[in-house]
């Protein structure tokens, strides 16, 4: 899914992917921004983990995005749930470049 918005204003968004069954809606800041469903039967998450992110200082962002980008995220990620459990950046098995948010 890739939505059409670009954001990029110094001020903090909220971003919520909603999945049920075959149906994904993608909300920013509470309007629904992108919605797809998914072909087969998808009835469960099944994952070893979950992972969040970019990508590395190494990567070439515009091939790795199929020419799509050619700049890194630069900013926060931050308040993540899941399941509506808050995660929390210091309990990731591992991380690369992560801090935590600076509050402003």
Do not use: W
């Amino acid at each position: 899914m890739l939505s059409d918005k670009f954001i990029s204003d110094n001020e903090g968004h909220t971003v919520s992917i909603v999945r049920v069954d075959t149906r994904v809606d993608v909300f920013v800041d509470g309007q629904i921004d992108v919605s797809q469903n998914l072909v087969g039967p998808f009835t469960a998450l099944d994952a070893d983990g979950l992972y969040i992110g970019g990508f590395s200082l190494e990567d070439d962002i515009t091939k790795s995005t199929n020419y799509l980008f050619s700049t890194k995220f630069q900013g926060c990620v931050g308040g993540i749930q899941f399941n509506s459990r808050q995660l929390n950046v210091d309990e990731a098995e591992y991380g690369y470049n992560v801090d935590q948010c600076l509050e402003t």
